[in-house]
């Protein structure tokens, strides 16, 4: 085995255990691409390499809906929730040779979430949580590598561990007074589920050789039916949290401008969500199921082993589908969507 492999793997027991050590946790992220498009000389090999990156990511959550129809009267009467969610991912990738690298992910996150109706229906009140999520062990293989700096082609398969919390309590004041009770699913720190992760990614040169479609998708999927944890919800089949598949994509272009010191943007389509059943097992329990799309914009910049990447997407349809307890019943909940994100992320590699 050798020396860089095992700095590798004695980093992933290392966040392992750490992630089992805390007693916080954070808001699951999903998985997402990091993949680099057009930066790396095709004839350079990569083994040995080591990249270190931190991707912040924020959102402010109050705009609701149910379907695609948004609930202006909410924002009106002031009966809106609230949710700001600031995010930091770490993420150390290795390189073992031209075609494997593999990755290990842990995420931060610090959450708020305001509401009347969690508390006395009468005074807006703010429950919190803040801590590590779950931990992400990814393993990718690049499918085109005679070709690489033209085109790419990664597949990526992984676990999620369950290291966040997922019952984490707040005070809720409540009619009767300040009560303990578990925060809201979606300010939650973990969902208590072991997953798979399937990825791929893709990029081809079009019109000039600075210029790339890219592709990404990923598909979490959770097998775990509910992890028992109360929402505190009175219809018996929403009392404890579901354990939801998640998924996003994107596709889109990026120019390169500047090969030396390697300055491209991006114009993308994003969308994220979460499915109301899952791909493998049941679907029981509560969870908001729906979907945004957003147009994003984005650049990078490279210089040496340093390389800086901002983007914002914004939102452009948001959807909150029903579930499976909204089919079953005849309902249809509601869900608070965020206008845009803002992501920036800094990555330093090393041989």
């Known amino acids: 085995m050798s020396k860089g492999l095992r700095q590798f793997l004695l980093f992933v027991i290392g966040l392992a255990v750490f992630g089992q050590a805390l007693a916080n946790g954070c808001i699951v992220v999903r998985p997402t691409s990091n993949l680099a498009i057009g930066t790396d000389d095709a004839h350079e090999s990569r083994a040995g390499r080591f990249e270190f990156t931190v991707a912040y990511r924020y959102l402010y959550s109050d705009r609701h809906f149910r379907g695609t129809h948004e609930e202006r009267e909410r924002q009106a009467e002031d009966t809106d929730v609230r949710n700001a969610v600031h995010t930091l991912d770490h993420t150390l990738t290795y390189w073992a040779n031209d075609l494997w690298r593999y990755s290990a992910s842990l995420p931060y996150t ?120 109360s929402t505190h919800r009175s219809r018996e089949a929403e009392s404890v949290q579901s354990v939801p598949d998640t998924y996003q994509a994107r596709i889109g272009l990026t120019h390169v401008f500047d090969t030396v010191n390697p300055f491209s943007v991006d114009a993308s389509v994003r969308v994220e969500g979460v499915p109301w059943q899952d791909l493998v097992g049941s679907s029981n329990g509560f969870r908001r199921p729906g979907y945004a799309v957003y147009v994003e914009p984005a650049m990078t910049y490279q210089r040496g082993n340093h390389r800086f990447n901002l983007s914002v997407p914004i939102a452009i349809e948001r959807n909150r589908i029903k579930s499976k307890s909204d089919r079953d019943n005849g309902g249809h909940g509601d869900a608070a969507f965020a206008d845009y994100l803002v992501m920036a992320n800094y990555s330093f590699r090393w041989n």
């Open 110 to 229: 610090k959450a708020r979430r305001s509401s009347l109706y969690e508390h006395d229906r009468v005074n807006r009140h703010t429950m919190r949580s803040r801590g590590i999520g779950d931990l992400r062990l990814m393993a990718y293989r690049e499918m085109l590598s005679g070709s690489r700096g033209s085109s790419g082609l990664e597949l990526g398969l992984g676990i999620k561990l369950p290291t966040g919390k997922n019952d984490v309590k707040d005070i809720a004041y409540r009619p009767d007074g300040p009560e303990l009770r578990n925060v809201d699913q979606s300010i939650q720190l973990g969902d208590g589920g072991v997953g798979a992760i399937v990825e791929i990614n893709a990029y081809t040169g079009v019109f000039s050789e600075r210029t790339y479609l890219f592709g990404s998708a990923s598909y979490l999927i959770n097998p775990r039916d509910t992890n028992g944890v």
